[in-house]
């Protein structure tokens, strides 16, 4: 992900320029001190945007679902006193419509609302004309298509100040994340759409405090633009997300050890030690190329006498064998049994596709 010269720049944002764009506040806004105190508390810290939710899309009814404009108008107040723009989430019109009264500074699509095209067209809708920054996170599921989408529909209404937010995935997979970061999705958005500025958030990824800072430094390894990071006075107190979110200090620490590295080195000796061995790479690559070529020829071939035999071409045990064996051998090699697992699957779903004529790539 290319870093952006400024994001503060591109988005009309008037404070100070640091080398990661932030965004900082708590999950949910619950009382006028609560905003105000984690305000003051951010404006000791690095900090471009101070973010606050008030309308809470929570997963089961019951749960603290936000407090809407009157939490609304302490947002602003904390962020008039201490000279921060702030930014909320806006899930239907009449959100918009309050945000627009009170001269909300940004506005951002939650996750669950960007997974709905009926919902992003509506927000679309009720955004044309506006000349605010929108930052739109990422659906639910890993689908970059719909995430482009989102993206599309509000900028075809008008909008140009526009930052892609990376919140990670919902799985049915065990994890040690809320939300599976899939890297490879953000980095495809940005393949799609170059001029969208990414920022990530860590917080919903993570859902715990120890691997905030594992997961903010890959992101600013990966070259995100910004993060936006969930920060609460009394986090163990917290109506929502209580276990994911840091005090001001912890803020403070997590944003001070994050290092930013360059993104060239014209250093005359790395760059030969990286020269040779990207040609040890590209050889490696042809060699993988041929070798999964002769590999799919085998499995069509395989393919031929299963059809002469009239026998089907998934074999259960086979891959069973294939998957154990190979994984095997890969741990042995220092490889993870998950990676090989993977190139495995595609492997496979690719040798049946190429042993079933007719069916489209
Ligand atoms: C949030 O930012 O508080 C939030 C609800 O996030 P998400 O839409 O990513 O779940
Ligand atoms: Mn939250």
Redesign the pocket.
Known sequence: MENQSSLNELLGINTPEYKTFLVAGP??VESEEQVMETAKGLAECKVNVL?G?VW??RTRPGSFEGLGMEALKWLKQAGDAVNLPVAV?VANAEHVEMCLKLDIDVL?I????TTNPFSVQTLADSLKGVDKPIMI?NPISPDVELWIGAIERIRNAGISKIVA?H?GFASHKKSAFR?IPNWRIPIELKREMGDIPIIC?P??ICGNRDLLLTVSQEAIDLLFNGL?I?VHTDPDKAL??SKQQLTPTGYKDLVDSLKVKKRFSDDKEFFEHINDLRKDIDKLDNDLIDLLANRMNIARQIGSYKRLADVANYQPDRWDEIIRSRTKTAADKNLSENFMLRVYQLIHEESLRQQEPGMPG
Do not use: F, L, V
């Open positions: 999950c949910s973010r939710g809470k899309p989430e951002w939650g996750a669950r609302t996170k937010i919140r939300n958030d917080s919903h936006m969930e929502s997300d």
